[in-house]
């Protein structure tokens, strides 16, 4: 029996209202526990994607059951520390404003944690109580101890949580991968306190960069369930509840090795372009430039 198409999750509109994006480039062969990691090299594999032509998001029609999903993460490698560090240090700077408004920083909840190098830049902050939830065993062994404290191994779950129990809710190159991120922004605002955010870090599709890449931009990803937009990113919050929405791109520095990691050119070519590259140092160099991501900000009514 054919399974039935998911309606838009973010603005529920039925297949009737979506147009192909993209079809579907999973090669079986080609998966591993690397295909589920963060920040991994690019395989340009997805699902099938569809566009929902009334909130703009691209999404998979078909997904994979959410069971299947959580093992994949679950089992999924994890080797990048030094990224993570650098993704903090941008998603901090975007997220001032932001922090600046809050009604209190006692707790803070952060959905697919990693090491938690976030809840650190946090702590520094001021807030008291950290909690994460990452599924990724290996990205939990990678983390310091003392930050290990502060992550709970598994798959968000509301239920695991008092409402209204945190004043800020972090969720960073997340949203895309969860199966439902309706559900997941109507669960955080529930778990805010009165005058607490909820925060995001989005690809952004339709940015230059992603346009002008297509199919061998990275963000054309097996793990992905769905692809945001400005307009879509700002419609999953406005339909979830959120006031005083902000939507922005922002500036990441990485270093020029992993830029190269990215860029969609023959491997052998890369190779030799990495290894001059490393004999010099220069692949240590931190450029900064906005590659397509958005940060949103949403707040819960104090």
Not at 22 to 32: M, N, Q
Not at 34 to 59: G, I, N, T, W
Not at 66 to 88: K, M, N, T, V, W
């Amino acid at each position: 029996m054919t399974q039935p198409l998911r309606p838009c999750p973010v603005c529920h509109a039925d297949a009737s209202h979506a147009r192909l994006f993209l079809e579907s480039s999973i090669d079986e062969a080609r998966l591993s526990a690397s295909s589920f990691a963060s920040r991994k090299v690019p395989e340009y594999m997805s699902h099938r994607l569809v566009q929902c032509q009334v909130c703009d998001l691209v999404y998979v029609d078909a997904p994979p059951a959410a069971g299947e999903l959580a093992r994949a993460y679950h089992e999924a490698d994890y080797d990048s520390s030094e990224e993570a560090d650098d993704a903090a240090a941008a998603y901090i700077r975007a997220a001032q404003p932001a922090l600046a408004k809050l009604a209190g920083r006692k707790s803070v909840l952060e959905i697919g944690t990693g090491t938690a190098t976030f809840l650190e830049r946090l702590k520094a902050e001021g807030f008291e109580t950290m909690v994460g939830i990452e599924p990724s065993t290996a990205a939990i062994h990678a983390a310091p101890a003392h930050r290990r404290a502060w992550i709970r191994e598994g798959i968000f779950d509301e239920r695991d949580f008092e409402p209204e129990s945190f004043d800020l809710i972090c969720c960073f190159m997340t949203l895309e991968h969860v199966p439902d991120p309706g559900v997941v922004a109507a669960a955080a605002l529930r778990l805010l306190r009165p005058g607490g955010a909820f925060i995001a870090v989005t690809h952004d599709y339709r940015s230059l960069v992603n346009r002008a890449l297509g199919k061998r931009s990275p963000i054309i990803d097996v793990e992905h369930m769905q692809l945001f937009s400005q307009r879509s990113v700002r419609r999953l919050f406005d339909e979830a509840g959120y006031k005083d929405v902000t939507v922005k791109a922002f500036v990441n520095r990485y270093r020029v090795g992993y830029w190269l990691r990215l860029v969609p050119i023959p491997g052998p070519l890369k190779a030799a372009i990495a290894r001059g590259l490393a004999a010099t140092r220069l692949d240590r160099i931190r450029l900064g430039a906005n590659v397509g991501n958005l940060f949103t900000a949403g707040f819960k009514n104090g």
